[in-house]
């Protein structure tokens, strides 16, 4: 387990999701590849966290492979796909 899974550790589902959200919302204000790369590792701990709902633990594992296009730093690549 990573330092960094043990402080996500601490955080509850919820306030994991809420931050999750808060992340995407950010790349939605100004999107670039760092912020997405935040997104998908927000996705990764709420989506590795038995304590999460299975259905959110599903959906956010979902999205993982989805939020690595945006992890590209030219628009237009981004928006081939």
């Keep these: 387990m990573t330092l960094e899974?043990?402080?996500?550790?601490?955080?509850?589902?919820?306030t994991l999701a809420a931050a999750?959200?808060?992340v995407m919302t950010?790349?939605?204000e100004r999107p670039c590849p760092e912020v997405a790369?935040?997104?998908?590792?927000h996705l990764e701990v709420v989506a590795d966290d038995e304590r999460a709902d299975p259905?959110?633990?599903?959906?956010?594992?979902?999205?993982i492979n989805r939020w690595t296009l945006h992890t590209v730093g030219d628009?237009?690549?981004r928006?081939?796909?």
């Design 5 to 14: 899974h043990q402080h996500a550790g601490e955080a509850s589902p919820s």
């Design 20 to 22: 999750t959200l808060f």
């Design 79 to 81: 928006a081939a796909h």
């Design 75 to 77: 628009l237009a690549v």
């Design 37 to 41: 790369q935040m997104v998908i590792r």
């Design 55 to 63: 259905l959110m633990r599903e959906v956010c594992g979902a999205l």
């Design 26 to 28: 950010r790349f939605a």
